[in-house]
């Protein structure tokens, strides 16, 4: 007993284990990210997972086709920015319901992703390069995970940092979290309700095509119809588990992305413990962690921004 | 007497040629495949998928095929199998044992139509079932394996803890054995023959633990890829990884089915179709090894002879006596080796083998 | 100038009824376009999309038996829609319902057992489901935690403990080790209308029956009213003193049962027995299938065949023309599109009007 975790712990904190967790936490990360913001301005979109897998099938598809993973990446973003635009004209130009739309937005970006996808299965490209400094990148432990990843990793915790100065720092920031607690009184205090969340909905999608794109241009370099698996959901778990906020997303990213790695990982340690049980562990989380949160605000209700989800049609 | 002899012969080949030629020599013979993943996985599916080119072109224009992919293997998988069936589909091949029931309930419906079923075990008149016997490709690389690993860790990630997995894992460990007695395995689960990302992150995890070659029974060439970022061995599996792995691949395991295919369909235009078993190996071709790269001629060497020993039957990857992990020997019913039965359903690990089949 | 979305003072009756008949005309026509983009007949591609699978016996009764599971799961839905309760778990629930009413099929199978067992196995179905949805309910109702994500991480957790049941305590010990439990027996099974000749089964009379009493408890209950009024006017309902939270947790429960008896049928009938192959995104297909009948039983009855028939129609066109699976989700995707932003219409209108300037107000 002992011996195991000795070995679990000689694991986790092995350079090579946090260098996994990094990457595999990224693409939750960078669609998370996004997602908040939407849903800070007060815009529920279940569509993240539509808009990761037609972002990773573009940013594929532009990186194959042009040689640059600069290129594909920039391909991924707009792809997702697209997809998001069809939901933001629904839900916002039409007031259409916010679940349905982001739920049909998913089936779509998945039937569009292996349509545009399918020529490219069974190519391989070149995968994004990893940073190396001359002196920093050598450094024991720290020097790989700090200096040695690729682009995709530093811009996620590049955004994370940006969307906190933004929502906290600045003015815009507070506009948009003022449209995400009470649109009404933004809206009578002048604020374009409409576009600032329009603006959340296309940043979002181009997060989520971004983090869509990372799959196959850095984390696995070829693409296969379905690679996102589901990591689009867990990104709308992440947001919620998170409490809506940017410090804690990060944590919460990275803790995802290291449990599940631990329900692989274990494994060969047989500790006895069936493999779906560790599988299930970042969901029970996800419900133990919002019923704990939403219990911490009283009984007013959950710790959401007030107006999410709500449709808003201004009134002239 | 000559002169009613041919009138004789001419009308019973009239005959003939109404039962058996009459749907299929005057039209094509119509073939249907149905694939679990997508043909694009670059395994399992995509291998099957290429063997049915294969019999395209080996039969030109006397055939024409069909094939539905990403089929789930719940409810849905019936009715495309009859679906097919209905279409005017002659022989239609179901491609995962997950399809054994479904292909079996359609079979009964239409004792007219030929059914080939791929690793399963249910037969009928008109049901037959063909698997390759891929452990024998694992041995080898088993071998190969001990001779190219520093660390004497395999790293092995696997998809569902069925009997083909678990015979391929004592397949390889056997083969390991018998260069490096002493050769260990970490085994990872990822739930499912085809998700990337895992396979990946598997990969990653294994290198972690000491493992400096690496193997796989899913479907992607995730695990390729990441050796090759690595810097270590690999072995491709159901198809030729070489592109994902340059330097890290030593060789694959590939499944060839496009000879039997069209010998099955050949046999469905001669009127020669009967419902059979087959298992075929190194030796009628359905598993074809990559060539041997990245690895040194003395080892390329001893993995020729393995093949050929194999191929030619003095070799038998399960050879007895095999002693189980608990360390008790396995009946022989084979004779000197296990026989297909055990093989087939093979439920432990053998010796050297630290860790538990999960679910048992 | 500017276009903005105005609430019309009456909802339009009459883009009401032409709504769903507008919707489906654009899909269609979109669709022609995008076939003709792919270098298919568009004709040829919608007759075999949408004619072909109806001049068919075996087709119409495949249509029946996909849409089953897709009319029980979202009747239940809408029941939750329509009191704003988002029950996105659906998925979980039909799993769970599968894995309770299995749970007899397995310990009965082989032995003598009689007829009572099908019937206890739905009962437990629908059971095991109820019981699973009210979690996310409870969560909503005493910690006020959102039902959105908490089904919905629900669903997860269904998948992965099926898969541990299938491939662990329950599976096949003729088998062979693969994961799937043995055959249900007979008296375990959902008997088919027409022995032998198609696979309709009775579960398609039971969702017919579901349909006719969801419309009567919706039009005629207390209950229903009650839900309805939640739905429409949340503060008119707290005033009448209609509990909120009595109906969240009646209409996960009932919702929860629906899934779970679907999940149950499915596996009794047309599968026939357990596997991990069960989960088959039904959960979310349904919540597709409840927008798209516009919350009404009759509507999402409607829906539901009209989507199978959408299902099979794409299975037919992989086969007969080459078309790959992945149209049918971006057709369903696009439909459910235009469904949304037709019905839309029938409660604001559009208009164009001029950019109003805001007067500079006078400062001090």
């Not at chain 2, 992919?69 to 997950?98: C, M, W, Y």
């Not at chain 2, 390759?132 to 490709?137: K, N, S």
């Not at chain 3, 082989?110 to 996310?136: E, F, N, R």
């Amino acid at each position: 007993m002992l011996e195991s975790l000795i070995e679990i712990l000689q694991l986790i904190f092995s350079v090579s284990f946090i260098l996994t967790v990094v990457t595999a936490s990224t693409p939750l990360l960078l669609a998370a990210s996004g997602e908040l913001v939407v849903e800070r301005a007060g815009v529920l979109n279940l569509g993240v997972e539509g808009m990761m897998i037609v972002g990773a099938a573009c940013g594929f598809a532009g990186a194959y086709m042009s040689g640059s993973v600069f290129v594909g990446a920039l391909c991924g973003i707009l792809a997702g920015a697209a997809l998001a635009a069809i939901f933001g004209i629904l839900t916002l130009g039409l007031a259409v319901n916010q679940v349905a739309t982001g739920l049909a937005l998913t089936i779509l970006g998945v039937g569009l992703s292996g349509l545009i996808g399918a020529r490219f299965v069974g190519e391989k490209i070149v995968p994004a390069a990893r940073l190396d400094l001359p002196f920093l990148t050598g450094m024991p432990v720290v020097g790989r995970i700090l200096f040695g990843e690729d682009a995709f990793v530093y811009v996620s915790m590049a955004l994370m940092i940006a969307i906190w100065l933004f929502l906290y720092r600045t003015r815009a920031g507070l506009v948009l979290r003022a449209v995400g607690d009470n649109h009404a009184s933004a809206h009578a205090l002048g604020y374009p309700v409409l576009r600032i969340r329009m603006l959340a909905v296309l940043f979002g999608g181009a997060c989520a095509g971004l983090a869509g794109a990372y799959l196959p241009l850095a984390y696995t370099p070829f693409f296969i119809p379905g690679m996102t698996s589901g990591r689009g959901w867990i990104a709308l778990a992440l947001v919620v588990f998170a409490s809506w906020r940017p410090g804690r997303l990060v944590v919460g990213a990275y803790l995802f992305g290291a449990v599940s790695i631990l329900g692989l990982a274990l494994q060969p340690l047989r500790l006895g413990v069936p493999q779906q049980l560790m599988n299930m562990l970042p969901y029970l989380a996800t419900v133990v962690v919002l019923v704990l949160i939403s219990r911490t605000r009283g009984t007013a209700g959950s710790a959401a921004p007030a107006s999410l989800g709500m449709v808003f049609v201004p009134d002239r | 007497m000559k002169k009613w002899n041919i009138v004789a012969m001419a009308a019973v080949l009239a005959v003939a040629a109404g039962t058996f030629g009459g749907v299929y020599a005057a039209e094509k013979l119509k073939v249907g495949f149905i694939y679990v993943g997508p043909i694009g996985d670059l395994g399992w599916s995509y291998q099957h998928d290429v063997g049915r080119k294969a019999m395209e072109n080996a039969l030109g224009d006397k055939v024409e095929t069909t094939f539905l992919e990403n089929v789930p293997e719940g409810a849905d998988a019936e009715r495309a199998i009859e679906q097919l069936a209905r279409t005017g589909h002659k022989l239609i091949f179901t491609t995962s044992f997950g399809f054994m029931d479904a292909t079996l309930k359609v079979a009964n419906k239409y004792p007219n139509v030929f059914f080939e079923h791929a690793t399963g075990f249910k037969r009928a008149n008109n049901m037959s079932t063909y698997a390759a016997r891929f452990y024998e490709g694992r041995y080898i690389q088993g071998q190969i394996a001990a001779k190219m690993s520093k660390t004497g860790v395999l790293g092995y990630i696997v998809s569902f803890p069925i009997p083909e997995v678990i015979s391929n894992i004592n397949a390889t460990m056997l083969g390991a054995q018998s260069v490096n007695p002493n050769m260990k395995v970490k085994i990872i689960w990822v739930n499912s023959w085809f998700d990337p990302g895992k396979e990946a992150d598997a990969a990653k995890a294994l290198i972690d633990q000491g493992a400096d070659v690496l193997t796989q029974h899913t479907d992607s060439p995730a695990a390729t890829q990441i050796a090759e970022q690595r810097g270590i061995h690999s072995f491709g599996e159901s198809s030729d990884m070489i592109k994902f792995g340059p330097h890290a691949q030593l060789t694959a395991d590939t499944d060839y089915w496009g000879d039997y295919y069209t010998k099955r369909a050949q046999a469905v235009l001669d009127g020669k179709w009967k419902s059979e078993d087959t298992w075929g190996g190194l030796d009628s071709g359905m598993v074809v090894m990559a060539p041997y790269t990245n690895m040194p001629d003395d080892v390329k060497k001893m993995a020729m002879d393995t093949q050929a020993a194999i191929k030619s039957g003095t070799l038998h990857p399960f050879k007895c006596p095999i002693t189980d992990q608990d360390g008790k020997t396995v009946e022989c019913k084979g004779g000197t080796h296990l026989d297909p039965g055990q093989i087939l359903s093979m439920n432990f690990y053998v010796k050297g083998i630290d860790d538990k089949i999960p679910g048992k | 100038m500017q276009l903005v979305l105005e609430r019309r003072a009456e909802r339009s009756t009459v883009i009401a009824v032409a709504s769903p008949l507008i919707a489906v005309a654009l899909t269609v026509v979109t669709f022609a376009v995008l076939f003709a983009i792919m270098g298919k007949n568009p004709i040829d591609a919608l007759s075999v999309y949408f004619i072909e699978p109806l001049t068919d016996a075996f087709t119409l009764q495949e249509i029946a038996v996909k849409a089953t599971p897709l009319v029980m799961i979202a009747v239940g839905l809408s029941l939750c829609y329509i009191a704003n309760v988002w029950n996105i778990g659906a998925e979980g629930q039909f799993l769970v319902g599968a894995v309770c009413g299995s749970w007899l099929a397995v310990r009965t199978n082989g032995t003598d057992a009689g007829y009572w067992v099908l019937p206890v196995m739905l009962l437990l179905g629908a059971l095991g489901g109820a019981l699973y949805g009210l979690i996310p309910a409870i969560c909503r109702v005493y910690f006020g935690a959102s039902e959105i994500l908490t089904s919905l991480m629900l669903v997860y957790v269904a998948n992965l403990g099926m898969d541990y049941m299938v491939r662990g305590p329950w599976r096949d010990p003729q088998g062979l080790n693969f994961p799937t439990t043995a055959a249900f027996d007979p008296v375990a099974s959902v008997p088919t209308l027409f022995e032998g000749a198609g696979r309709l089964h009775a579960g398609s009379v039971i969702a017919l029956i579901i349909v006719m009493l969801v419309t009567v408890l919706l039009g005629r209950t207390i209950m229903g009213f009650e839900i309805r009024l939640v739905g429409a006017a949340p503060k008119a309902a707290r005033f009448s003193g209609f509990s909120a939270n009595r109906l969240v947790l009646f209409t996960f429960a009932v919702s929860g049962a629906l899934a779970g008896l679907a999940g149950i049928i499915e596996v009794a009938g047309p599968i026939g027995h357990l596997d991990p192959g069960v989960a088959s995104g039904y959960g979310f297909t349904a919540i597709i299938v409840a927008f798209l009948g516009r919350l009404n039983p009759v509507g999402i009855l409607i829906a539901g065949l009209f989507l199978a028939l959408t299902f099979i129609g794409g299975e037919g066109a992989q086969i007969s023309m080459k078309v790959p699976l992945d149209l049918t989700k971006v057709f369903q995707g696009i439909l459910l599109f235009y469904v949304l932003a037709c019905d839309s219409l029938i409660v604001y209108r559009i208009r164009l009007v001029r950019t109003v300037r805001k007067a500079i107000p006078a400062h001090a």
